[in-house]
């Protein structure tokens, strides 16, 4: 079994957080499409099966607390720092100057709960119990990036994105 030095963890996060800022950095500047909203849902989705692997397993019970956390409380900050507007036949997400200290935020938050988790938990299970919550966030944020962009389109072809 490798044993996982902190310092390693760490920077792993820290380029998780990078090439997610860089990603909705670069997102924010391109038309957003209807398949643009779903398949980052539907792609992450893929990593439920993590859990065929006994050692990632969890209680249904903190399953759902994971979600549910992620879904009620996690996804607002971002809710609240993207706007999706209509610019002449294409819809755009309107950066909100809060949005990075959102991100940055979230990552704080991970960080220090994670660190907190692997005293009481396996790695594995703390990863899907990570997993879980960013589920819950992604799909709430993501569902109502769908409602905003449906509602902005109801009445005209969006250009192709």
Do not use: C, H, N
């Not at 209807?34 to 249904?60: D, E, N, Q």
Request: aromatic share 14%; glycine share 6%.
């Amino acid at each position: 079994m490798a044993v996982v030095l902190p310092f390693g963890s760490i920077f792993v996060s820290l380029a998780g957080l990078v090439a997610v800022t860089m990603w909705r950095l670069r997102e924010a500047r391109s038309a957003v499409s209807l398949k643009k909203i779903i398949i980052p849902p539907l792609g992450m989705a893929t990593g439920f099966s993590m859990f065929v692997v006994p050692a990632f397993r969890i209680p249904w019970a903190w399953a759902g607390s994971a979600f549910l956390i992620g879904a009620l409380a996690l996804a607002w900050p971002l809710l609240l720092t993207t706007r999706l507007e209509r610019r002449g036949e294409a819809v755009m997400m309107k950066r909100s100057s809060a949005f990075l200290l959102v991100l940055l935020l979230l990552a704080a938050i991970r960080f220090f709960a994670r660190g907190y988790f692997d005293t009481i938990l396996t790695t594995q299970q703390t990863a899907g119990i990570f997993f879980i919550l960013a589920f819950g966030m992604i799909v709430v944020w993501r569902a109502k990036l769908l409602m905003d962009f449906l509602r902005l389109t109801a009445d005209f072809q969006p250009s192709a994105a």
